[in-house]
Protein backbone atom coordinates (compact mmCIF):
# COMPACT_ATOMS: atom_id res chain seq x y z
CA UNK A 1 0.00 0.00 0.00
CA UNK A 2 3.02 2.44 0.76
CA UNK A 3 4.59 1.68 -1.99
CA UNK A 4 1.29 3.15 -4.43
CA UNK A 5 0.83 5.57 -2.55
CA UNK A 6 4.17 7.13 -3.18
CA UNK A 7 3.93 6.18 -6.44
CA UNK A 8 1.08 8.25 -7.10
CA UNK A 9 2.52 11.46 -4.68
CA UNK A 10 5.35 10.89 -7.33
CA UNK A 11 3.62 10.66 -10.71
CA UNK A 12 1.30 13.97 -9.65
CA UNK A 13 4.52 16.05 -8.09
CA UNK A 14 6.27 14.71 -12.10
CA UNK A 15 3.31 16.23 -13.60
CA UNK A 16 2.97 19.38 -11.74
CA UNK A 17 6.73 19.74 -12.25
CA UNK A 18 6.15 19.31 -15.77
CA UNK A 19 2.93 21.90 -15.91
CA UNK A 20 5.23 24.46 -13.68
CA UNK A 21 8.25 23.81 -16.08
CA UNK A 22 6.15 24.61 -19.69
CA UNK A 23 4.96 27.65 -17.57
CA UNK A 24 8.13 29.31 -16.86
CA UNK A 25 9.11 28.91 -20.79
CA UNK A 26 7.56 31.58 -21.63
CA UNK A 27 9.30 33.87 -18.61
CA UNK A 28 12.96 32.28 -19.76
CA UNK A 29 12.61 33.59 -23.54
CA UNK A 30 10.85 36.95 -21.89
CA UNK A 31 14.15 36.89 -20.10
CA UNK A 32 16.41 35.92 -23.39
CA UNK A 33 14.88 38.50 -25.36
CA UNK A 34 15.15 41.13 -22.65
CA UNK A 35 18.67 40.67 -22.54
CA UNK A 36 18.86 41.08 -26.10
CA UNK A 37 17.34 43.95 -26.06
CA UNK A 38 19.83 45.23 -23.67
CA UNK A 39 22.95 43.80 -26.05
CA UNK A 40 21.21 46.07 -29.17
CA UNK A 41 21.06 49.05 -26.14
CA UNK A 42 24.86 48.57 -25.80
CA UNK A 43 25.38 48.37 -29.57
CA UNK A 44 23.72 51.53 -30.11
CA UNK A 45 25.59 53.52 -27.49
CA UNK A 46 28.56 52.37 -28.65
CA UNK A 47 27.93 53.67 -32.35
CA UNK A 48 26.36 56.94 -31.24
CA UNK A 49 28.97 58.32 -28.85
CA UNK A 50 32.30 56.05 -29.79
CA UNK A 51 32.01 54.89 -33.04
CA UNK A 52 33.31 51.85 -31.72
CA UNK A 53 34.32 49.29 -34.68
CA UNK A 54 32.05 46.51 -34.82
CA UNK A 55 34.37 43.72 -33.41
CA UNK A 56 35.51 45.19 -30.42
CA UNK A 57 31.34 46.71 -29.71
CA UNK A 58 30.31 42.77 -30.11
CA UNK A 59 33.33 41.99 -27.70
CA UNK A 60 31.87 44.37 -25.09
CA UNK A 61 28.70 43.52 -25.45
CA UNK A 62 29.91 39.96 -24.43
CA UNK A 63 30.86 41.38 -21.47
CA UNK A 64 28.42 42.99 -20.03
CA UNK A 65 25.26 40.72 -20.76
CA UNK A 66 24.69 37.04 -19.61
CA UNK A 67 23.38 33.15 -20.91
CA UNK A 68 23.24 32.81 -24.29
CA UNK A 69 23.52 36.58 -25.39
CA UNK A 70 26.62 36.80 -23.86
CA UNK A 71 27.76 33.99 -25.82
CA UNK A 72 26.66 34.85 -29.25
CA UNK A 73 28.00 37.84 -29.19
CA UNK A 74 31.13 36.43 -27.92
CA UNK A 75 31.06 33.88 -30.75
CA UNK A 76 30.78 36.85 -33.11
CA UNK A 77 33.97 39.36 -31.81
CA UNK A 78 36.01 35.93 -32.18
CA UNK A 79 34.64 35.69 -35.30
CA UNK A 80 34.89 38.97 -36.75
CA UNK A 81 38.36 39.42 -35.39
CA UNK A 82 40.03 36.37 -37.35
CA UNK A 83 40.01 38.10 -40.33
CA UNK A 84 38.20 35.46 -42.78
CA UNK A 85 36.74 36.77 -45.98
CA UNK A 86 33.26 36.01 -45.02
CA UNK A 87 30.31 38.99 -44.44
CA UNK A 88 29.56 40.22 -41.42
CA UNK A 89 25.86 38.54 -42.00
CA UNK A 90 27.68 34.76 -42.88
CA UNK A 91 29.49 35.15 -39.26
CA UNK A 92 25.92 36.45 -37.84
CA UNK A 93 24.36 33.39 -38.41
CA UNK A 94 27.75 31.34 -37.67
CA UNK A 95 27.61 33.00 -34.21
CA UNK A 96 23.39 32.16 -33.62
CA UNK A 97 23.98 28.56 -35.01
CA UNK A 98 25.58 27.11 -32.07
CA UNK A 99 23.46 28.77 -29.52
CA UNK A 100 19.97 28.01 -31.17
CA UNK A 101 19.34 24.75 -28.85
CA UNK A 102 20.38 26.48 -25.73
CA UNK A 103 17.78 29.65 -25.84
CA UNK A 104 14.40 29.70 -24.88
CA UNK A 105 13.60 31.65 -28.15
CA UNK A 106 11.30 31.24 -30.13
CA UNK A 107 11.41 30.31 -34.67
CA UNK A 108 9.94 33.96 -34.83
CA UNK A 109 12.56 35.38 -32.68
CA UNK A 110 15.29 33.40 -34.38
CA UNK A 111 14.31 34.70 -37.74
CA UNK A 112 14.36 38.20 -36.29
CA UNK A 113 17.62 38.15 -34.84
CA UNK A 114 18.95 36.06 -37.83
CA UNK A 115 17.33 39.10 -40.06
CA UNK A 116 19.09 41.54 -37.55
CA UNK A 117 21.78 40.30 -38.97
CA UNK A 118 21.92 41.16 -42.72
CA UNK A 119 21.92 44.93 -41.35
CA UNK A 120 25.63 44.58 -39.86
CA UNK A 121 28.57 45.40 -41.64
CA UNK A 122 27.54 48.05 -44.43
CA UNK A 123 25.30 50.98 -42.90
CA UNK A 124 26.18 54.53 -42.18
CA UNK A 125 25.39 55.35 -38.37
CA UNK A 126 21.84 56.56 -39.18
CA UNK A 127 20.98 53.58 -40.99
CA UNK A 128 22.73 51.16 -38.93
CA UNK A 129 20.51 53.15 -35.72
CA UNK A 130 17.42 52.65 -37.56
CA UNK A 131 18.06 48.69 -37.96
CA UNK A 132 18.74 48.33 -34.40
CA UNK A 133 15.33 50.38 -33.65
CA UNK A 134 13.53 48.53 -35.74
CA UNK A 135 14.78 45.08 -34.04
CA UNK A 136 14.29 46.81 -29.81
CA UNK A 137 10.50 47.40 -31.12
CA UNK A 138 10.49 43.87 -32.11
CA UNK A 139 11.65 42.94 -28.69
CA UNK A 140 9.34 45.14 -26.96
CA UNK A 141 5.90 44.67 -28.90
CA UNK A 142 6.70 40.48 -28.58
CA UNK A 143 7.72 40.97 -24.52
CA UNK A 144 4.39 42.94 -23.96
CA UNK A 145 2.51 39.83 -25.78
CA UNK A 146 4.22 37.32 -24.30
CA UNK A 147 3.74 38.68 -21.09
CA UNK A 148 0.10 39.06 -21.26
CA UNK A 149 -0.03 35.35 -22.68
CA UNK A 150 1.89 34.44 -20.20
CA UNK A 151 0.16 35.15 -17.16
CA UNK A 152 -3.21 33.62 -18.53
CA UNK A 153 -0.57 30.49 -20.10
CA UNK A 154 1.20 30.34 -16.39
CA UNK A 155 -2.11 29.58 -14.45
CA UNK A 156 -3.36 26.88 -17.00
CA UNK A 157 -0.27 25.08 -17.65
CA UNK A 158 0.44 24.72 -13.65
CA UNK A 159 -3.24 23.59 -13.61
CA UNK A 160 -2.61 21.27 -16.18
CA UNK A 161 -0.06 19.46 -14.76
CA UNK A 162 -1.57 19.06 -11.17
CA UNK A 163 -4.66 17.98 -12.55
CA UNK A 164 -3.21 15.70 -14.92
CA UNK A 165 -0.50 13.92 -12.31
CA UNK A 166 -4.00 13.23 -10.36
CA UNK A 167 -5.89 11.87 -13.60
CA UNK A 168 -2.97 9.35 -14.06
CA UNK A 169 -3.27 8.40 -10.85
CA UNK A 170 -6.71 7.78 -10.37
CA UNK A 171 -6.81 5.67 -14.19
CA UNK A 172 -3.96 4.37 -13.27
CA UNK A 173 -5.30 3.59 -9.48
CA UNK B 1 51.89 39.77 -41.19
CA UNK B 2 53.51 40.31 -44.94
CA UNK B 3 51.61 42.39 -47.55
CA UNK B 4 49.95 39.73 -49.28
CA UNK B 5 48.34 38.06 -46.51
CA UNK B 6 47.36 41.92 -45.22
CA UNK B 7 45.70 42.51 -48.43
CA UNK B 8 43.84 39.00 -48.40
CA UNK B 9 42.47 40.03 -45.12
CA UNK B 10 41.28 43.42 -46.43
CA UNK B 11 39.12 42.12 -49.67
CA UNK B 12 36.03 40.35 -49.91
CA UNK B 13 36.08 36.60 -50.50
CA UNK B 14 36.01 36.78 -54.34
CA UNK B 15 38.57 39.66 -54.74
CA UNK B 16 41.26 37.84 -52.33
CA UNK B 17 40.66 34.37 -54.49
CA UNK B 18 41.78 36.28 -57.68
CA UNK B 19 44.62 38.54 -56.04
CA UNK B 20 46.02 35.52 -54.06
CA UNK B 21 46.79 33.88 -57.41
CA UNK B 22 49.94 36.17 -57.84
CA UNK B 23 52.71 34.83 -57.12
CA UNK B 24 54.57 36.01 -53.92
CA UNK B 25 56.95 38.11 -55.36
CA UNK B 26 54.39 40.33 -57.47
CA UNK B 27 53.16 41.41 -53.61
CA UNK B 28 56.87 43.03 -52.94
CA UNK B 29 56.12 45.67 -55.85
CA UNK B 30 52.43 46.26 -55.41
CA UNK B 31 51.80 49.24 -55.22
CA UNK B 32 48.17 49.88 -55.87
CA UNK B 33 44.80 47.50 -56.69
CA UNK B 34 42.00 49.42 -58.34
CA UNK B 35 38.41 47.52 -58.24
CA UNK B 36 35.95 49.04 -60.16
CA UNK B 37 32.11 47.46 -60.28
CA UNK B 38 31.71 45.33 -63.78
CA UNK B 39 35.11 46.57 -64.80
CA UNK B 40 38.21 44.56 -65.04
CA UNK B 41 40.33 45.11 -61.32
CA UNK B 42 43.64 46.62 -62.24
CA UNK B 43 46.93 45.80 -60.03
CA UNK B 44 49.64 48.22 -60.32
CA UNK B 45 53.54 46.60 -60.06
CA UNK B 46 56.83 48.56 -60.81
CA UNK B 47 54.49 51.23 -62.45
CA UNK B 48 53.24 48.93 -64.66
CA UNK B 49 49.10 47.60 -64.92
CA UNK B 50 48.06 43.98 -64.96
CA UNK B 51 44.80 42.90 -64.96
CA UNK B 52 43.92 38.99 -62.40
CA UNK B 53 44.07 36.15 -64.34
CA UNK B 54 43.09 32.52 -62.66
CA UNK B 55 46.87 31.79 -63.01
CA UNK B 56 47.83 35.18 -61.77
CA UNK B 57 48.14 38.34 -64.19
CA UNK B 58 48.98 39.44 -67.67
CA UNK B 59 49.58 42.96 -68.74
CA UNK B 60 47.24 42.23 -71.52
CA UNK B 61 44.48 44.63 -69.99
CA UNK B 62 41.86 43.78 -72.81
CA UNK B 63 42.28 40.34 -71.93
CA UNK B 64 38.39 38.77 -71.55
CA UNK B 65 39.16 36.59 -68.98
CA UNK B 66 40.47 38.88 -66.31
CA UNK B 67 38.25 39.27 -63.08
CA UNK B 68 36.16 42.22 -63.50
CA UNK B 69 34.40 42.73 -59.49
CA UNK B 70 30.66 42.81 -59.11
CA UNK B 71 29.02 45.80 -57.21
CA UNK B 72 28.50 42.82 -54.46
CA UNK B 73 32.32 42.39 -54.12
CA UNK B 74 33.01 45.66 -53.31
CA UNK B 75 30.38 45.53 -50.64
CA UNK B 76 31.90 42.83 -49.53
CA UNK B 77 35.45 44.41 -49.53
CA UNK B 78 34.03 47.77 -48.33
CA UNK B 79 32.89 45.66 -45.23
CA UNK B 80 36.19 44.18 -44.70
CA UNK B 81 38.20 47.40 -45.15
CA UNK B 82 35.52 49.09 -42.42
CA UNK B 83 36.01 45.86 -40.45
CA UNK B 84 32.13 45.97 -40.51
CA UNK B 85 31.79 49.18 -39.24
CA UNK B 86 30.87 51.54 -41.68
CA UNK B 87 29.46 53.92 -39.32
CA UNK B 88 32.68 54.09 -37.36
CA UNK B 89 34.66 55.82 -40.24
CA UNK B 90 31.98 58.08 -41.31
CA UNK B 91 34.41 61.40 -40.80
CA UNK B 92 37.25 59.50 -42.99
CA UNK B 93 34.70 58.21 -45.50
CA UNK B 94 32.92 61.93 -45.98
CA UNK B 95 36.89 62.87 -46.95
CA UNK B 96 36.59 60.05 -49.14
CA UNK B 97 39.47 57.76 -48.39
CA UNK B 98 40.39 55.37 -44.93
CA UNK B 99 43.68 54.58 -43.70
CA UNK B 100 44.15 51.09 -42.78
CA UNK B 101 46.50 49.28 -40.54
CA UNK B 102 50.03 49.76 -41.82
CA UNK B 103 49.56 52.95 -43.84
CA UNK B 104 47.77 51.54 -45.92
CA UNK B 105 45.15 54.03 -48.01
CA UNK B 106 41.52 53.01 -49.70
CA UNK B 107 39.90 56.07 -51.66
CA UNK B 108 36.61 55.25 -52.51
CA UNK B 109 33.72 56.50 -55.25
CA UNK B 110 30.76 56.43 -55.76
CA UNK B 111 27.34 57.85 -54.81
CA UNK B 112 28.09 60.12 -52.17
CA UNK B 113 25.11 61.94 -49.87
CA UNK B 114 25.39 65.22 -49.60
CA UNK B 115 23.77 67.48 -46.55
CA UNK B 116 24.60 71.49 -46.55
CA UNK B 117 26.75 70.94 -49.37
CA UNK B 118 28.91 68.30 -47.09
CA UNK B 119 29.11 64.78 -48.12
CA UNK B 120 27.67 62.89 -45.48
CA UNK B 121 28.15 59.35 -46.29
CA UNK B 122 27.78 56.63 -49.14
CA UNK B 123 24.90 54.96 -50.32
CA UNK B 124 26.64 52.73 -53.60
CA UNK B 125 30.52 52.56 -53.78
CA UNK B 126 31.97 51.72 -57.28
CA UNK B 127 35.27 52.45 -56.87
CA UNK B 128 38.04 51.35 -54.49
CA UNK B 129 41.71 51.83 -55.11
CA UNK B 130 43.95 50.40 -52.68
CA UNK B 131 47.23 52.35 -52.26
CA UNK B 132 50.08 49.75 -50.51
CA UNK B 133 52.09 51.50 -48.09
CA UNK B 134 55.60 49.87 -47.93
CA UNK B 135 58.44 51.12 -45.79
CA UNK B 136 61.28 51.24 -47.20
CA UNK B 137 64.17 51.31 -44.21
CA UNK B 138 67.12 53.27 -45.70
CA UNK B 139 66.11 54.62 -48.59
CA UNK B 140 66.63 58.25 -46.88
CA UNK B 141 70.38 57.12 -46.93
CA UNK B 142 71.07 58.90 -49.90
CA UNK B 143 69.53 62.17 -48.83
CA UNK B 144 70.23 62.49 -44.89
CA UNK B 145 73.66 63.90 -45.43
CA UNK B 146 72.24 67.14 -47.49
CA UNK B 147 69.73 67.96 -44.43
CA UNK B 148 71.99 68.68 -41.82
CA UNK B 149 74.47 71.78 -41.63
CA UNK B 150 76.77 72.11 -38.59
CA UNK B 151 75.41 69.15 -36.91
CA UNK B 152 71.94 70.91 -37.12
CA UNK B 153 69.24 69.80 -39.55
CA UNK B 154 67.45 72.33 -42.14
CA UNK B 155 63.88 72.87 -42.53
CA UNK B 156 63.44 70.46 -45.04
CA UNK B 157 60.79 69.82 -47.87
CA UNK B 158 59.88 66.82 -49.63
CA UNK B 159 58.51 67.38 -53.21
CA UNK B 160 56.81 64.67 -55.44
CA UNK B 161 53.77 63.98 -57.18
CA UNK B 162 51.65 60.87 -55.88
CA UNK B 163 52.68 57.76 -55.86
CA UNK B 164 56.32 59.13 -56.44
CA UNK B 165 57.62 58.06 -52.61
CA UNK B 166 57.35 60.95 -50.34
CA UNK B 167 55.77 59.74 -47.68
CA UNK B 168 57.80 56.75 -47.76
CA UNK B 169 61.13 58.57 -47.67
CA UNK B 170 59.49 60.96 -44.94
CA UNK B 171 58.78 58.15 -42.82
CA UNK B 172 62.49 56.62 -43.33
CA UNK B 173 64.01 60.06 -42.65
CA UNK B 174 61.85 60.24 -39.47
CA UNK B 175 62.82 56.63 -38.32
CA UNK B 176 66.56 57.90 -38.46
CA UNK B 177 66.57 61.12 -37.19
CA UNK B 178 64.88 59.85 -34.48
CA UNK B 179 66.78 56.71 -33.72
CA UNK B 180 69.73 59.63 -34.22
CA UNK B 181 68.78 61.24 -31.33
CA UNK B 182 66.32 64.02 -32.01
CA UNK B 183 63.05 64.00 -30.33
CA UNK B 184 60.45 63.89 -33.47
CA UNK B 185 56.90 64.55 -33.06
CA UNK B 186 55.11 63.59 -36.12
CA UNK B 187 50.75 64.80 -36.98
CA UNK B 188 50.07 62.32 -38.69
CA UNK B 189 46.52 63.16 -40.27
CA UNK B 190 45.89 60.40 -42.52
CA UNK B 191 47.74 57.81 -40.76
CA UNK B 192 49.84 57.20 -43.60
CA UNK B 193 53.33 58.05 -42.44
CA UNK B 194 53.07 56.09 -38.95
CA UNK B 195 50.26 53.64 -40.02
CA UNK B 196 49.14 53.84 -36.46
CA UNK B 197 46.14 51.26 -34.97
CA UNK B 198 44.66 51.88 -32.05
CA UNK B 199 47.22 54.85 -31.83
CA UNK B 200 50.38 52.56 -31.57
CA UNK B 201 52.75 53.30 -35.04
CA UNK B 202 52.86 50.15 -37.00
CA UNK B 203 55.68 51.29 -38.69
CA UNK B 204 59.01 52.06 -37.81
CA UNK B 205 59.05 55.51 -36.99
CA UNK B 206 62.24 55.74 -34.70
CA UNK B 207 62.76 55.12 -31.20
CA UNK B 208 62.23 58.88 -30.03
CA UNK B 209 58.90 59.76 -32.31
CA UNK B 210 55.86 60.54 -30.78
CA UNK B 211 52.97 60.62 -33.70
CA UNK B 212 49.47 62.63 -33.26
CA UNK B 213 46.90 60.40 -35.24
CA UNK B 214 44.48 61.28 -37.14
CA UNK B 215 44.96 65.13 -36.14
CA UNK B 216 44.33 68.21 -38.26
CA UNK B 217 48.02 69.31 -39.38
CA UNK B 218 47.77 72.72 -38.41
CA UNK B 219 46.28 72.07 -34.33
CA UNK B 220 49.11 69.01 -33.91
CA UNK B 221 51.82 71.45 -35.14
CA UNK B 222 50.32 73.91 -32.23
CA UNK B 223 49.85 70.54 -30.12
CA UNK B 224 53.23 68.98 -30.35
CA UNK B 225 54.85 72.46 -30.16
CA UNK B 226 52.94 73.07 -26.49
CA UNK B 227 53.15 69.53 -25.15
CA UNK B 228 55.62 67.71 -26.35
CA UNK B 229 58.81 69.66 -26.53
CA UNK B 230 59.85 68.01 -30.14
CA UNK B 231 63.44 68.85 -31.82
CA UNK B 232 61.89 68.30 -34.81
CA UNK B 233 58.22 68.58 -36.03
CA UNK B 234 56.98 66.25 -39.04
CA UNK B 235 54.12 66.66 -41.10
CA UNK B 236 52.95 64.88 -44.52
CA UNK B 237 51.34 66.91 -47.79
CA UNK B 238 51.32 70.62 -46.49
CA UNK B 239 49.60 72.74 -48.58
CA UNK B 240 46.90 75.04 -47.20
CA UNK B 241 46.84 77.98 -45.24
CA UNK B 242 45.62 77.23 -42.45
CA UNK B 243 48.93 74.86 -42.51
CA UNK B 244 50.97 77.54 -43.24
CA UNK B 245 50.12 79.85 -40.15
CA UNK B 246 50.87 77.00 -37.99
CA UNK B 247 54.59 76.59 -39.76
CA UNK B 248 55.08 79.91 -38.91
CA UNK B 249 54.52 79.19 -35.38
CA UNK B 250 56.90 76.44 -35.55
CA UNK B 251 59.87 78.61 -37.28
CA UNK B 252 59.51 80.65 -34.40
CA UNK B 253 60.13 78.28 -31.42
CA UNK B 254 63.14 76.93 -32.76
CA UNK B 255 61.75 73.42 -33.63
CA UNK B 256 62.87 72.31 -37.35
CA UNK B 257 60.35 71.30 -39.94
CA UNK B 258 60.05 68.09 -42.01
CA UNK B 259 57.33 67.89 -43.79
CA UNK B 260 56.26 67.07 -47.79
CA UNK B 261 53.76 68.85 -50.42
CA UNK B 262 52.64 67.33 -53.62
CA UNK B 263 54.43 68.89 -56.99
CA UNK B 264 56.23 67.97 -60.05
CA UNK B 265 59.36 70.54 -59.30
CA UNK B 266 59.93 73.41 -57.03
CA UNK B 267 58.56 75.53 -59.54
CA UNK B 268 55.25 73.58 -59.33
CA UNK B 269 54.89 74.10 -55.07
CA UNK B 270 55.64 77.65 -55.69
CA UNK B 271 52.74 78.06 -57.18
CA UNK B 272 50.82 76.88 -54.10
CA UNK B 273 49.12 79.71 -52.74
CA UNK B 274 49.50 78.29 -49.16
CA UNK B 275 53.10 77.45 -49.85
CA UNK B 276 54.54 80.33 -51.91
CA UNK B 277 55.12 82.91 -49.24
CA UNK B 278 57.25 80.30 -47.22
CA UNK B 279 59.13 79.27 -50.05
CA UNK B 280 59.82 82.61 -51.44
CA UNK B 281 61.20 84.19 -47.99
CA UNK B 282 63.72 80.94 -47.87
CA UNK B 283 62.54 79.37 -45.04
CA UNK B 284 63.20 75.79 -45.99
CA UNK B 285 66.86 75.24 -45.77
CA UNK B 286 66.58 72.24 -48.42
CA UNK B 287 64.12 70.93 -50.71
CA UNK B 288 64.29 66.58 -52.24
CA UNK B 289 62.39 67.11 -55.73
CA UNK B 290 61.17 63.18 -56.79
CA UNK B 291 59.96 63.35 -59.88
CA UNK B 292 58.94 59.89 -60.39
CA UNK B 293 58.41 56.70 -58.67
CA UNK B 294 62.06 54.79 -58.77
CA UNK B 295 63.60 58.42 -60.25
CA UNK B 296 67.02 59.61 -58.25
CA UNK B 297 66.48 62.28 -55.89
CA UNK B 298 67.21 65.38 -56.47
CA UNK B 299 68.51 67.84 -53.50
CA UNK B 300 67.98 71.40 -53.47
CA UNK B 301 68.99 74.93 -51.66
CA UNK B 302 66.78 77.22 -49.97
CA UNK B 303 66.50 79.12 -53.34
CA UNK B 304 65.65 76.04 -55.44
CA UNK B 305 69.24 75.60 -56.43
CA UNK B 306 70.76 72.05 -57.00
Given amino acids: MFPSIAGALALIAGCAALGFYYAAQEGFRINDLQEFKKALMILSSEIEHLRTPLPMAAANIAKRTKGVVRDIFGEFAQLLSDERNETAYQLWAQALEGQKKRAYLAGEDWDAIEGFGKTLGYLDKQMQQSAITVMIDYINEKTTTLQTQSDKNRRMYRSLGVIGGLLLVVLLW | MDIKERLRTFLGAEAAGWVMNMSHDDFDGITELRLRADKPMFVRIGG ?144 EVAGCFRGIPQNDVGLRTDVLDGCPKPEGMHMLLRAMAPDVIAVDELGGREDAKAVEAVLTAGVRLLCTAHGDSFEDVMKNPGLAGLISRKVFGRYIVLSAPGAKPQILDGGGSS
Fill in chain 2, 48 to 191: EDYVLTRRGKTANVGFQGAYRPSAEDIAETMERISQYSFYAFETELSHGYITLPGGHRVGIAGQAVIENGVVQAWRHISSINFRVAHSVKGCGDEVLPFLYENNRIHHTMIISPPGAGKTTLLRDIIRQISDGGLTVGLVDERS
